[in-house]
Nanobody, 116 residues
């Protein structure tokens, strides 16, 4: 059964940092392109960071230079991380991990709130 479990969110002041984690279990998990998505209130879900099985990383323009995606992989389990620095109020959203493109059901996500 495909599963995504996110954690690490919270309330942080502008300029602060958070490190999100995700665990994904599934067949050939280590061979999957993975990504972090986010959905802000009233907006569509968007991809903010992508990482390939060889750890090549790609970022949306809105987070480039501030966020870093990384992964630890085994054949049926992947741990995905998102180090978020210099957070801005516009980064406030629920953050999810999933494959690229998305498969199966979304996890519960983790709420990130950037506010003074």
């Amino acid at each position: 059964q495909v599963q995504f479990v996110e954690s690490g969110g919270g309330l942080v002041q502008p300029g602060g940092a958070l490190n999100l984690s995700c665990e994904h279990s599934g067949r050939m998990a280590d061979l999957s392109v993975m990504g972090w998505y986010r959905q802000a209130p009233g907006k569509q879900r968007e991809v903010v960071a992508t990482i390939t099985p060889h750890s090549n990383a790609y970022y949306s323009d809105s987070v480039k230079g501030r966020f870093t995606i990384s992964r630890d992989a085994a054949p049926t389990k992947v741990k995905l991380y998102l180090q978020m620095n210099n957070l801005k109020p516009e980064d406030t959203a629920v953050y999810y991990c999933n494959k690229i493109p998305q498969i199966g059901h979304w996890g519960q996500g983790t709420q990130v709130t950037v506010s003074s």
